[in-house]
C-alpha cells in the first residue's frame, strides 16, 4: 500500500507561479512512477505530467509544456511540479498519482491516489 500526501496548491494570479509537492510513504520511492492528474468542474480528470521510477523520463500534456516541470527530490523522497505562468485554465483539483514503474497517461492505470490540492488561479 502506498500513501500519497500533497501540499501547495493556493490562490494565484495568472501568471504566477506554483509548486506542488507529493510525499509517498510505503513504497520504495525508486520503485515508483509518480505523476499529476487535474479535475476542474465539470470536466473529466485529466493527465498533467508524470516521471518514471528512475527520473529518466518525464511526459507532459500538450498545454502545460514549457510551463510545468516535474521533477524528484530523493533525498526529501517527494515528487515536485512546478508551474509557471498559470492561467485561469490551470484551475482545478490537482492530485498525486502513484503506479510501478513506468508513466502512463491514463487515470485508470494508476494504483494509488492522493487527496488532491486546490489550485486556483485568478484572471
Known amino acids: 500500500q502506498v500513501q500519497l500526501v500533497e501540499s501547495g496548491g493556493g490562490l494565484v494570479q495568472a501568471g504566477d507561479s506554483l509548486r506542488l509537492s507529493c510525499a509517498p510513504s510505503?513504497?520504495?520511492?525508486?520503485?515508483?512512477?509518480l505523476g499529476w492528474f487535474r479535475q476542474a468542474p465539470g470536466k473529466e480528470r485529466e493527465f498533467v505530467a508524470a516521471i518514471n521510477y528512475s527520473g529518466s523520463a518525464t511526459r507532459y500534456t500538450d498545454s502545460v509544456k514549457g510551463r510545468f516541470s516535474i521533477s524528484r527530490d530523493s533525498a526529501e523522497s517527494t515528487v515536485l511540479l512546478q508551474m509557471n505562468g498559470l492561467t485561469a485554465e490551470d484551475t482545478a483539483v490537482y492530485s498525486c498519482?502513484?503506479?510501478?514503474?513506468?508513466?502512463?497517461?491514463?487515470?485508470?492505470?494508476?494504483?494509488?491516489w492522493g487527496q488532491g490540492t486546490q489550485v486556483t488561479v485568478s484572471s
Open positions: 498519482a502513484a503506479r510501478p514503474l513506468n508513466i502512463d497517461t491514463s487515470p485508470a492505470q494508476w494504483y494509488y
Open positions: 510505503g513504497r520504495t520511492l525508486s520503485t515508483l512512477a
